[in-house]
């Protein structure tokens, strides 16, 4: 059973591969929209996210992805 996770603009998560992404923007592919917070559960057929990483910026679609939102550093 997928897991579902909120997805916030400003988390940062990880998809394929390792790889990691800071959350820019939240689009919803069949209305346009971009919204700040997403239930995401696995599936992600209407859902693209604009990430930024130390050197580029990507739009990702989620289709059949599976990402995890990479724990905040505590500070002190």
């Not at 919803?28 to 910026?57: A, M, P, Q």
Request: aromatic share 6%.
């Amino acid at each position: 059973m997928p897991q579902e996770i909120i997805l916030t603009v400003g988390d940062t998560i990880e998809y394929s591969n390792g790889q990691k992404g800071l959350i820019e923007k939240i689009r919803i592919i069949s209305s346009g929209k971009l919204v700040e917070e997403y239930e995401y559960d696995d599936g992600g057929h209407n859902l693209v996210l604009t990430l930024r990483s130390n050197n580029s910026v990507t739009n990702l679609w989620v289709k059949d992805m599976r990402i995890h939102k990479v724990p905040e550093e505590k500070k002190g």
